[in-house]
């Protein structure tokens, strides 16, 4: 087995006791180069977690500007509720028209037929 | 500080608009530099990070809470960040193959690695590796090995699939190594043992 073709190996599992394969896990204990990437691959895990304490600068108004966005988009959502209110609001006054209108021609049409009945 | 947060995150789930901006306030150093780490300059990161809150707080009422709120602002802040990348065609690492491993591997054989690592310190060193390596690969190790994100959520929000983000993966670490901790002769000797 050659040093090469662990390598991705070794980027994947920077622990020798993680490595399944146990022709590779062996190659690697007795490899002092193998042994040594995977030091180094260690160093990097820790170097790379070690990132996630260090904080970038944030630029000047970075937080001023997202609550801007934020409160536009509060505003927009606003009015488009608002609106569907008002929207729904005219849809039920024009269905409870309807109802009463259908309901008027349906009183009128009764009386209407007991009349003609009344009168023959 | 996680109780105060998870206040807020409550608060702002009920509709309290005052306890995002607060959720805002301070988490918007954690999430600027994970966007700035992503797509590598503060223009880009200001538009990610304002399109990253806006995107929250229109979800925030889905957030069940079953993972951490940071752990669910960093995905969207990298689902941002790819489709803000994906936008950014004409930057010069999409021009590049991704496996053009010859432009960031120390090939200078006699230069002696401790001394390298003396010069500057590690953490200089990785991070300007990592301003080297091109989006692709950046985003899953600042992802994976940074912020601790699972490969599954790394696929998830960089749309791609769990075998892509791991290869992805081992190939951002080996370039990382091969810049921040160059072997003597890397390139060019295979020994067999």
Known sequence: MRCDELSELLASSPDVSDIADRRARKH?????RCQAEVAQYRKLLKALRSLREELVATPHGLVGDILVRLEEAGERTAVRSLLAGRRAAYVGGLAVATAAAGAGAAVLLVSRNRRLRAAA | MPEELAALVTAARDGDRAAFDELVRVTSKDTYTLAFRLVGNEEDARDVVQEAY??????IGRFRGDAQFTTWLYRITANCASTHLGKRKKHRHDE???DDGAMYADTDSTRDPQASVVASSLRDRLTSALDDL???LRSVVVLRDVYDLSHEAIAAELGISETAAKVRLHRARRKLREIVFPLPGEEDEAHAV
Not at chain 1, 28 to 32: A, D, S, T
């Open chain 1, 28 to 32: 690697v204990e007795g490899c002092l």
């Open chain 2, 54 to 59: 806006l995107r929250a707080y229109k979800g």
């Open chain 2, 96 to 98: 590049l193959p991704e």
């Open chain 2, 134 to 136: 091109p989006p692709k």
